[in-house]
């Protein structure tokens, strides 16, 4: 048998036997370039040879890549590739080349001699060309330097195995070993490339170099950066030069040694720090598998090809919108299953629980408090923790809106994290700063129960074991999909530019924060709760609630409703949000199936036709969810609400009432349109809503009502529904601000009576609406008729406006009817008795809650 024979046999064999303990999980895509017949090396249109590049000389590694690509019909590995006269034996490549001739030399400084032959025939055959395709293998998930020799021994790490520790990956990590081909690079363009800008190197030198640059970047991508254990990281901390001076201001600030002073820096550290382990995030893996399989009907990941691209050569801080305790696991979990590292993320200390916060730190989390105000020591210690893990370029997850949110809005945006993420990058821009702005979307929510209760104003329940258990035992339940959005990216380099603060430069943790990198957090933060929005999934249930939540007793004939749903969904599909908004495929008969089956809906039976009715206690609940969808609808609804209203209007007018009311709706909602491309957006609208019959237009360029009580105007009323809560909550400010008139009530003050208002009119006339008693709804509000000049403030505090004001006040006119406009007024008319007696109430409320909290 020829020595050719005798090797295919043997790969042949090697391949049955890796086969029995090796399945490797392909991350990622396969190349376009790559795309060639099985068991064909020559493109013959252009002459491309295909040629696997890795990194370390391994023959297992080799066999597995060989295994893939003959599965996913792409070029053989291990075949032989023919070049005009010369053969090659094989098309893989390793870039660190073990030179046999010197047995004792474990250095693999050899350049490889395969690279040289290709280089040498590519100067020979200016046809030809050869297409380098990257590929990362690894054996298990493990980052170096962990405390278990036995974790060490046996995972992949940043060190070449030995021999006999490859025949223990194989052995140990043979079901969990991942493989990745990554994007193909032009051996002929690499070499041009070396010989123009990199004269005193040989062309294969520079090559190898970039290669291992590459392949080193993609595997820190998946095993993370080389980590040390928590021991060291606490230690290099408190050793820091900003640490060391913060201990010293601190001793001379409280009077106590520098002992005393550095053991409080210490118990920061502890209190704050990380403890990951790959062990530990393993294990969570494989219980949240099976947690996710008990909970819901599937876990569906739109758009994560945008991180894998990113990853590879930015710093990632992960976004995401905070609807549940279940959102970290989560997005770790989806991060982890495709092949990346997950971020250390930062959790509240109300989460830091014996065994909970334990569990927690080895996945990643590290803890940081609701306030740093008042203590020096720990904001610096804070500020140099988070410092060093951007400098370790660890991906990295926080949440913009701080905590949850309790009625399925976005929230404002809470920037101390933020600002401590830009000011550490102006101290060190170690790599550039992406952020993922991520969309969680549910269709049930674990916590639901105690958000409907908050929302009542019930107090805030404090996390506790027992609160855990409690919510444990709801696994059995359905709570149908969750889907996870990736959004468009926010570079932190970009909107730093954009407000002239690329250029700055911070020297130490306490300098102060200059007015445009304020400004930048400000911007950015917006920027990413936008693009959270952006990333919108419309699912079956948020459907259901925009659409019964319409309705005066949450019910509808099943034929209008199914109607109703197909008509948004085709408005949806028509004028998506954004391009990487998310629309359910189901029918408007499948998702009334669907609601039924998550027990949020009931068919009511009928001899004249079944109604479709929210279940008994879900009406509150579900406008959770139909918050989450409000703002693809707001435009839709706010057109159909002027419209039906007033029987007919001038399209100019409807244009200039809503470009009137978009800024406040914008800071509400975090609508992504700017002002200047308003106008085209409605007109888009308009034209959709004539095109499905909801209202027509004239040639006078009317805007007009379908006739009443038909089906039309029917849909057309739903329609108009969702924008009416806003509207009235803006109408109830605007009307007890009027009330009181110019310079006799303070910010604060109407802020508080708004809500309280809220809370009444909620209660009063059934609004079952969780937003009327977010008082962070008003506040927006407050700052935004400030912003655009319609209110300012006096010397002594108190609000100040003029006509214009009255003005904002009477396009409510346009909008609400007669009854409506009637009740707000009365609701909102205070003497100046009852109004010292409501603000007296509330001051002693809050003092007694301050009370409550210092005793414990």
């Known amino acids: 048998m020829s020595k050719s024979g005798f ?33 064909q090396n020559i493109d013959q249109s252009n002459k491309k040879v295909v040629c696997y590049v890795l990194q370390n000389y391994s023959r297992s590694n080799a066999l597995v890549v060989d295994g893939e690509t003959r599965r996913l019909k792409l070029p053989a590995a291990l075949d032989p590739i023919l070049l005009a006269e010369q053969k090659e034996k094989a098309a893989v490549l390793f870039l660190q080349h073990q030179d046999d001739t010197h047995l004792l030399s474990q250095t693999p400084n050899v350049l490889p001699p395969r690279l040289l032959r290709l280089i040498e025939f590519l100067e020979q055959h200016s046809e030809y060309d050869i297409e380098l395709v ?10 170096d330097k962990e405390d278990s020799w036995f974790k060490l021994l046996f995972t992949d790490t940043w060190a070449t195995p030995s021999k006999v520790k490859q025949l223990m990956n194989i052995g ?17 363009a690499l070499v041009n490339y070396a010989k123009e800008h990199h004269p005193n190197l040989s062309p294969a030198t520079y090559i190898i170099s970039e290669l291992n640059e590459y392949l080193d970047r993609q595997r820190e991508i998946v095993l993370g950066p080389d980590l040390s254990d928590r021991r060291n990281v606490m230690q290099s901390l408190i050793k820091s030069q900003e640490v060391q001076d913060a201990i010293r201001k601190e001793s001379i600030r409280s009077k106590v040694s520098m002992i005393e002073a550095e053991r409080r820096a210490i118990g920061f550290v502890n209190e704050i720090a990380s ?160 952020f993922i702005p991520t969309y969680i979307g549910y269709e049930r929510l674990m916590e639901g129960a105690t958000y409907v209760g908050e929302m009542n104003g019930k107090p805030k329940e404090t996390e506790s074991i027992f609160g855990i258990l409690q919510t444990l035992r709801k696994i059995e339940r359905i ?32 300098d102060p924060i200059p007015p445009e990198v304020s400004n930048t957090v400000n911007s950015a933060a917006n920027t990413i709760l936008e693009n959270i929005n ?63 089956k998550l027990k949020l809906i009931k068919r009511v039976q009928h001899v004249l036709g079944d109604i479709i009715a929210i279940e008994d206690n879900q009406a509150i609940l579900l406008t959770y969810f139909r918050n989450n969808i409000l703002h693809t609808f707001v435009l839709p609804s706010l057109i159909a609400a002027l ?18 009311l978009y800024p406040f709706l914008k800071a509400e909602l975090f609508l992504k349109w700017k002002e200047d491309e308003l106008k085209v957006q409605i007109c888009k609208y308009i034209e959709a809503l004539v095109q499905a019959k909801l209202i027509s237009i004239d040639e006078d360029n009317f805007l007009h009502s379908p006739a009443p009580n038909s089906e039309e105007h029917n849909q057309l009323v739903v329609l108009a529904a ?118 007296d109430a509330v001051a002693a409320q809050q003092a007694k809650k301050r009370l409550k909290r210092k005793k414990k």
Not at 134 to 143: A, C, D, I, K
Not at 409 to 431: E, F, I, N, W
Not at 580 to 591: A, Y
């Open 134 to 143: 990257p590929v990362t293998v690894l054996w298990g998930r493990s980052p």
């Open 643 to 660: 419209v039906e209203h007033n029987g007919k209007i001038k399209h100019a007018d409807l244009i200039n009432v809503i470009q009137t």
């Open 534 to 596: 952006r990333a919108v999934v419309i699912n079956p249930v948020s459907l259901l609630s925009l659409i019964l939540l319409a309705t005066p007793k949450h019910t509808l004939d099943e034929k209008i409703c199914i109607k109703q749903l197909d008509t948004y969904r085709k408005l949806a599909s028509a004028l998506p949000y954004d391009e990487r908004s998310q629309i359910t495929p189901l029918s408007g008969k499948e998702i009334i199936a669907y609601g039924m």
């Open 479 to 510: 709570f149908g999909k969750v889907h996870v959005n990736f959004g468009q990216p926010v570079f932190l380099d970009d909107v730093l530019k954009e407000h002239n603060a690329d250029q700055i430069k911070i020297e130490r943790n306490d």
């Open 172 to 188: 140990l990590h043979g079901r969990e070993s991942y493989l990745e081909f990554h994007e193909a690079q032009s051996l002929r």
């Open 275 to 434: 403890d990951y382990s790959a062990s530990a995030v393993h294990f969570a893996d494989k219980a949240l598998t099976r947690l996710w399989t008990q909970l819901y009907d599937g876990v569906e990941v739109h758009n994560f090809s945008t991180v894998r691209e990113l990853a590879k050569d930015y710093e990632i801080i992960y976004t995401p919108c905070h609807r549940s305790h279940i959102d970290y696991l989560l997005l770790s979990y989806v991060i982890y299953k495709r092949g990346l590292m997950v971020p250390y993320i930062a959790a509240g200390d109300n989460l830091n629980m014996p065994f909970v916060g334990q569990l927690l730190r080895g996945g990643g989390a590290f803890f940081i408090r609701r306030s740093f105000r008042g203590n020096a020591l720990y904001t610096s210690v804070f500020k140099e923790y988070l410092y060093s893990i951007l400098s370790r370029n660890t991906p990295l997850e926080y949440f913009i809106e701080g905590g949850r949110s309790r009625t399925g809005r976005l929230l404002p945006p809470k920037t101390g994290m933020l600002a401590m993420t830009v000011h550490s990058h102006l101290r060190d821009r170690a790599k550039p700063i992406v």
């Open 722 to 839: 969702p924008v009416m809560q806003s509207l009235e909550r803006y109408y109830m400010t605007l009307a007890l601000i009027t009330q009181r008139g110019s310079g006799n009530i303070s910010t604060h003050q109407v802020e508080i009576l708004s809500h309280l208002l809220g809370q009444r009119l909620s209660v009063l006339y059934e609004f079952n609406s969780p937003e009327f008693f977010d008082k962070s709804l008003f506040q927006s509000f407050i700052k935004v008729l400030t912003q655009q000049g319609y209110i300012d403030k006096n010397e002594e505090g108190a609000i100040i406006f003029d006509e214009n004001f009255r003005n904002v006040a009477q396009y409510a006119n346009l909008v609400l009817d007669d009854v409506t406009l009637q009740m707000l007024q009365h609701i909102t008319s205070f003497t100046d008795e009852e109004l010292k007696e409501a603000l």
């Open 7 to 39: 090797g295919q046999m043997y790969r042949r064999f090697s391949s049955k036997l890796l086969d029995l303990v090796v399945t490797p999980h392909v991350l990622g895509e396969v190349p376009a370039e790559t795309q060639l017949s099985e068991n």
